[in-house]
């Protein structure tokens, strides 16, 4: 149990630090081979692109989970209380929605991939790794747009519970 909440916590914040550090590795191992050695390596801009990639998908749940996706809020900021949650439930489930249509269709790229055989071309790398990313990124977006819908719902009901306790 503690495993799983730990994974719930930091999931992603260890994986992109791991992503970020492995780019800064291969990229200062590149500027040495490259000024020290005179040598460069044909694999490292590739390696450090995928990676980013990688990084870009998996920022998706992070950012949902941290509840700092971009939004404009200037109008229901003057709303009532109650109406900016129903609101922000509302944007959720429609996040949620995306992200499960486009979680569907990244499968349909992968399995074309999957059939084409295509590799990257320094690495050699099959390219249905890379383009994973898309199906790991939106499987976990989809996973905390769930839970940030269903923490929200909880929110606004011991709310509503705790606001009619108070006027009886």
């Not at 995928?50 to 900021?77: E, H, N, P, R």
């Amino acid at each position: 149990m503690k495993f799983l909440k730990w994974i719930d916590k930091h999931l992603e914040e260890y994986l992109l630090v791991y992503l970020l550090v492995m780019i800064a590795c291969v990229m200062m191992l590149q500027i040495i081979m490259r000024y020290v050695f005179k040598a460069s390596l044909s694999w490292a801009e590739e390696f450090t692109r995928y990676c980013f990639v990688w990084s870009v998908f998996l920022s998706i749940s992070y950012s949902i989970k941290k509840g700092s996706m971009l939004k404009i809020d200037a109008v229901t900021s003057l709303m009532p209380n109650v109406i900016q949650k129903i609101l922000n439930i509302f944007v959720d489930i429609i996040v949620l929605a995306f992200l499960a249509i486009l979680l569907v269709n990244s499968k349909e790229v992968i399995d074309r991939l999957i059939q084409s055989g295509q590799t990257s071309p320094a690495m050699e790398l099959p390219m249905y790794y890379v383009y994973a990313a898309t199906i790991v990124g939106f499987s976990l977006g989809v996973f905390r747009s769930i839970q940030s819908v269903i923490i929200s719902i909880m929110k606004l009901f011991k709310e509503k519970s705790n606001l009619t306790e108070v006027s009886e």
